[in-house]
């Protein structure tokens, strides 16, 4: 049964497939539904139907079935539906099929969100990535007839490199691929340099992991001070943001936003992107970010761990951050597990007990000390300086007198040099 719904400026159908063969990771059900609908509200269209087919095994032709896509097809007909949508992928041959029975354009859930992407990124590795996605997504749809590429240029599903000689020529694509990922050999040397330079420095990195919309970017501006640009949609933050932020009154770190996840996300899409998410491969603590608003954080969780494990970051310690607290009645489920926390970046509520947690599993906690340096060894009262907080210095006669606090690292490297002085 189909259910419409209002109007809307670009209207489209949503398309899916409930097949018995499915993994719960490839399964297509309300929630999914309700997710393709978001993605298309996202991407300037909206869903005026939609259906859920089932089936024991997809049919190798049109994926739902010849009967179910004419049946659509009715509904399109006497409609002003421009545009068909399917959460399941779908191969080049389904497309065409799909297209000649439909009588509209049919894309699936990763072209959505592939042109999404397209649309979102800003800086020139977020577009680099965004086109190495989508030219490897095309790049086996260029088979058959070569209309597959006409269309491009205008409507969802439709943004990107856009038409040109290349995608008429799959030796054209592939030497552009070749040269997109040296450009994104060369980012990766690049952040590459920055880390060690970090590592040198022994700040830690600490990187912001979640589910699309979970307010990532929120929390990160909230924290740091930062105003990087943040909206409630999905995808809002693409391109890799690193800031600063001061945990305690003798300890610092790096804090590092990354793209969101999604369920069902293109692999291709995660391997464009891996620039960016190696980030998650040095990172010295992870912060998951759940919206604690979200009936499905449950399922959001769940994805966001599988992608950390297939990027291999499953070993890396992490901290789940219960986020939107402040729009939940009853934070009691969120507050006992000694690795979570529960925040509002709205609110600020709960950052003194994020921080605390911070610097527990880096090890990073400070301590009250008083120092007798000798001024043979003064140049350790300028690193006390830069490195911990100096609460009082005296001047004696033959050493300086210092009061301070400092982490453990801090506080283990000045030990070292007096121990050294004294032998």
């Not at 509200?41 to 896509?69: F, W, Y």
């Not at 800086?123 to 088979?143: N, T």
């Not at 589910?211 to 943040?230: E, F, P, R």
């Not at 911990?388 to 283990?412: C, M, Q």
Request: aromatic fraction near 4%; proline fraction near 3%.
């Amino acid at each position: 049964m189909i259910n419409q719904n209002e109007e809307a400026c670009e209207r489209a159908v949503l398309i899916g497939l409930d097949a018995d063969i499915y993994t719960d990771a490839e399964a297509v059900n309300d929630s999914t539904m309700d997710e393709l609908a978001e993605l298309l509200s996202t991407a300037g269209g909206e869903a005026v139907a939609r259906v859920i087919q089932h089936r024991q095994s997809p049919e190798p032709k049109t994926l739902i079935g010849t009967g179910k896509a004419h049946e659509i097809a009715e509904f399109i007909a006497s409609s002003d539906v421009t545009l068909a949508v399917f959460d399941n992928e779908l191969s080049p041959a389904q497309t065409k099929n799909l297209e000649d029975i439909l009588g509209v354009r049919v894309i699936d859930r990763s072209t959505l969100i592939l042109d999404i992407f397209a649309s979102r990124a800003q800086s020139r590795e977020g577009r680099l990535q965004v086109e190495l996605a989508q030219y490897k997504y095309l790049l086996p749809r260029l088979s058959g007839s070569g209309t597959a590429l006409s269309r491009l240029g205008g409507g969802i599903g439709t943004r990107g490199p856009g038409e040109t000689k290349l995608e008429t020529d799959r030796r054209h694509i592939r030497r552009r691929i070749s040269r997109i990922e040296d450009e994104l050999e060369n980012v990766m040397r690049v952040r590459g340099e920055q880390r060690r330079a970090r590592i040198k420095r022994e700040v830690p990195l600490v990187a912001l992991i979640g589910y699309t919309n979970a307010g990532k970017s929120t929390l990160l501006n909230a924290l740091t001070g930062s105003d990087i640009h943040a909206a409630d949609r999905l995808f809002d933050t693409l391109d890799p943001t690193a800031r600063k932020f001061r945990i305690s009154d003798t300890a610092e770190v790096v804090l590092s936003d990354t793209v969101g996840f999604i369920r069902k996300l293109p692999h291709h899409l995660t391997r464009a992107f891996r620039a960016t998410l190696e980030e998650l491969l040095y990172a010295d603590l992870l912060l998951h970010v759940v919206d604690a608003s979200n009936p499905e954080m449950g399922a959001h969780a769940l994805v966001v761990e599988d992608v950390i494990k297939n990027l291999g970051a499953g070993d890396t310690p992490r901290l789940c951050v219960f986020n939107k607290c402040d729009l939940v009645s009853d934070v009691s489920p969120f507050s006992h597990d000694a690795d979570s926390v529960c925040v509002s970046a709205v609110t600020g509520d709960g950052f003194d007990e994020l921080k605390e947690k911070i610097c527990h599993a880096l090890s990073l906690t400070s301590r009250r000390t008083e120092l007798e340096i000798p001024y043979s060894k003064s140049a350790l009262l300028d690193t006390l300086h830069r490195e911990a907080k100096v609460l009082s210095v005296e001047y004696g006669e033959t050493a300086i007198k210092v009061t301070a606090l400092v982490d453990d690292r801090v506080f283990g490297l000045i030990n070292h040099e007096l121990r050294g002085d004294m032998n």
